[in-house]
């Protein structure tokens, strides 16, 4: 991993401008807190007039008639709507910092099979476009690295904490690139024997790892059961293992409707735990998804047509065709500096067939379940970790502004880089007066 040149390549593009504005936030702060008079939209119980108490990192009550801690901070929240944390599905928000300078970026490791690699330990924890992101209420994140057959392992974070270790938050999963034959852009100038050939080598390939995969989880069961020999240390085949063994998911990149139906299959033989992610053309398919129970990461929403002869609007509407198919849906920005815009992507959805109200649980509650984590995250309940967001509107329009912001318990400060430019631009001094 590249992290500490990472972190010095940043320091020495941004220096001046760091010590200006930059990275020099206000910490976040622990303790009691009670929020009043707020109308509390609980995600899964309905919305709710009253408080929510905030105590050891969690929510410790929540109704119209709840008795406030003698020592808890009041936020008086009439007029203003309380939310769980938003959650993206699929990010690279924290491994990349400038993408057009390599040594900033590490999100794309060496090699085409790298399970190994880790995205946790490539996150920077004092990246700036994290502030950005979670003034928006993006509290939580999916980092997942790109390139290859496996890239590597991707992890969930909360956008809080000076380490990785930190900031995880309880979910991993390998990242597998599914072969397809559908053209990689509008560059892309391969024949279509071409592109199927390429299709079919890249299948056989996965397909070796897997039948590998399977004798190494053999011998290795063996081995720890005594009746075999230890096995020489393979880091590809150790991190593929919990995979083999159902105790860790893959995340299956696969957009093309023909690829779709090819990794319905696929996941079926190999009798894999699989979350489909990407699925652009996933409303040509959204039955056999449905029928399949594999659920899915679809976005981003604000995205071009796959096909020439797509309506324009097919992108925003493929989650909601999914949906209303039956699919589990969670959307994701698959962004790295604009994550921020997270809730305009789950915005644009319900706006396109998906409704408010599914388009909200997408980006809250469904990924929560997705990746396992609906024990702390995605919902407002008794119980779960305080990770929260109050606004003085709708989270899904531009003109909302977050006015509180919570992440397992800590008020984080609203501020960031934009806003620190934003306020010193707006009250110039010294002007320009002569």
């Not at 401008?17 to 008079?37: C, D, I, M």
């Not at 108490?53 to 008086?76: L, T």
């Not at 980006?363 to 967001?389: C, H, M, N």
């Amino acid at each position: 991993m590249k992290f500490t040149i990472k972190i010095l390549a940043f320091l020495m593009l941004g220096l001046s401008t760091l010590s200006t504005y930059g990275q020099q936030v206000s910490k976040p702060v622990r303790g009691t807190f009670a929020l009043t008079n707020a109308t509390i939209e609980t995600i899964t119980n309905g919305s709710v007039q009253g408080t929510l108490v905030i105590e050891n990192g969690n929510i410790s009550a929540i109704g119209p008639n709840v008795a406030i801690p003698p020592d808890a901070k009041v936020v008086d929240c009439s007029g203003l709507f309380v939310y769980p944390g938003l959650i993206d599905g699929g990010t690279q928000l924290g491994l990349v910092e400038v993408s057009s300078v390599s040594l900033t970026a590490d999100a794309n490791e060496i090699g085409d099979i790298k399970p190994e690699m880790q995205a946790l330990t490539a996150v920077n924890p004092n990246a700036t476009a994290i502030p950005v992101t979670r003034v928006e209420g993006v509290t939580t994140t999916l980092v997942a690295p790109v390139g290859g057959t496996i890239p590597g392992t991707a992890s969930l974070i909360n956008l809080v904490g000076y380490t990785p270790d930190q900031m995880f938050a309880g979910f991993k999963g390998v990242v597998v690139n599914y072969p397809s034959a559908g053209r990689r852009g509008r560059r892309d100038r391969r024949t279509d024997e071409e592109r199927k050939k390429q299709e079919e080598k890249q299948l056989k390939k996965l397909n070796d790892l897997w039948d590998n995969l399977s004798l190494y989880h053999k011998l290795d069961s063996a081995a720890k059961a005594g009746s075999g020999e230890d096995l020489d240390y393979n880091p590809k085949m150790e991190a593929l293992l919990p995979v083999i063994r159902g105790e860790m998911p893959i995340l299956l990149e696969v957009n093309q409707a023909s690829a779709i139906e090819s990794a319905i299959k696929w996941v079926g033989e190999k009798k894999v735990k699989a979350i489909f992610t990407g699925v652009a053309e996933g409303w040509r398919v959204a039955d056999k998804i449905a029928a399949a129970n594999i659920p899915v990461v679809t976005g981003p929403v604000f995205s071009m047509p796959t096909r020439t002869s797509d309506r324009y609007d097919t992108p925003y509407a493929n989650a909601g065709k999914m949906h209303k198919a039956g699919v589990k849906v969670a959307i994701r920005s698959n962004d790295t500096e604009n994550v921020r815009n997270l809730p305009y992507n789950a915005g644009f959805a319900a706006a396109y067939g998906m409704g408010k109200e599914a388009a909200l649980k997408a980006v809250t509650i469904v990924p929560a379940e997705i990746f396992g984590v609906a024990d702390r995250l995605g919902s407002l309940e008794k119980g779960k970790s305080a990770t929260l967001f109050v606004t003085d509107g709708d989270p899904f329009e531009t003109k909302t502004h977050v006015k509180h912001l919570f992440i397992d318990g800590w008020n984080v400060p609203l501020d960031s880089r934009h806003i620190r430019l934003y306020n010193e631009f707006l009250e110039r001094s010294p002007g320009l007066e002569k």
